[in-house]
Nanobody, 117 residues
Framework: QVQLVESGGGLVQPGGSLRLSCAGSGSIRIIGTMGWYRQAPGKQRELVATITRSGSTSIADSVKGRFTISRDNAKNTVYLEMNSLKPEDTAVYYC???????????WGQGTQVTVSS
């Protein structure tokens, strides 16, 4: 089993910054790509960013230039640096880990990010 625990969410004013962390434990060696998804009230969960174990990244167009994903394999942790936050970034952010063969997903419990003045 794999456990993913997010932290770092909170309330921030528009234009502000937050850094989310996702710490993995358990059978983390089976995880290849990790990523962040978000779900706003009344909307479907959407992909924000992904990063492979070797460091290749993919960022959604809606956050490109503002968000950065990174990973520390030694600490089994993935980060999401969020800058120039907008009210539309308000959502629950979920950490995701995929097995190397992409047959199974693991999810964290989610962390709330609220962007409001």
């Amino acid at each position: 089993q794999v456990q993913l625990v997010e932290s770092g969410g909170g309330l921030v004013q528009p234009g502000g910054s937050l850094r989310l962390s996702c710490a993995g434990s358990g059978s983390i060696r089976i995880i290849g790509t990790m990523g962040w998804y978000r779900q706003a009230p009344g909307k479907q969960r959407e992909l924000v960013a992904t990063i492979t174990r070797s460091g290749s990244t993919s960022i959604a167009d809606s956050v490109k230039g503002r968000f950065t994903i990174s990973r520390d394999n030694a600490k089994n942790t993935v980060y999401l640096e969020m800058n120039s936050l907008k009210p539309e970034d308000t959502a629950v952010y979920y950490c995701n880990g995929k097995t190397y063969d992409w047959t199974r997903d693991y999810w964290g419990q989610g962390t709330q990010v609220t962007v409001s003045s």
